[in-house]
């Protein structure tokens, strides 16, 4: 109620237009050689959606639709496109927080704690390898269950 429409449009234009962006950027080169693996970020709250991040969970859902969008249309050359949706991430960001909220987010995951940016990047590494040539339009909640 209270989001301005300026708000909401920033978010959408840093979120979404740029994984549009970054899609045309590589998706010339991808061609020419007839592989490739595009892996954009999303988040938890663009699958289940959270109050007052309207804006926020718009992004991240339309990057969701847009990456399945993509995996349809370049799957027959070879390049495959998913995302990947972390969940609580402990970062120097989230160490800013009361630690009170922080814990009661690490007792709701049940896997009981954070995240660490080494755990998403290992779910890159698996996306961008070979070892998940047969996934395309997927996307791996890297959340410890808080979905679940």
Do not use: H
Request: glycine share 10%; charged share 20%.
């Amino acid at each position: 109620m209270r989001l301005s429409e300026s708000d909401f449009d920033t978010v959408i234009e840093v979120n979404l237009k740029s994984v549009f962006n970054m899609t045309k950027a590589v998706q010339r080169t991808m061609l020419k050689q007839r592989k490739g693996s595009i892996i954009n970020m999303s988040s938890v709250v663009g699958v289940k959606g959270n109050a007052g991040q309207t804006n926020y969970a718009a992004s991240k859902a339309g990057i969701i639709g847009f990456s399945k969008s993509v995996a349809l249309e370049l799957g027959s050359r070879n390049i495959r496109s998913n995302v990947i949706a972390p969940g609580f991430i402990e970062t120097e960001m989230t160490a800013k927080l009361d630690e009170e909220t922080v814990k009661g987010w690490r007792n709701a995951i049940p896997l009981k704690r954070g995240g660490t940016p080494e755990d998403i990047a290992n779910a890159c590494v698996f996306l961008a390898s070979d070892m998940s040539a047969y996934v395309t339009g997927q996307t791996l909640n890297v959340d410890g269950g808080m979905l679940t």
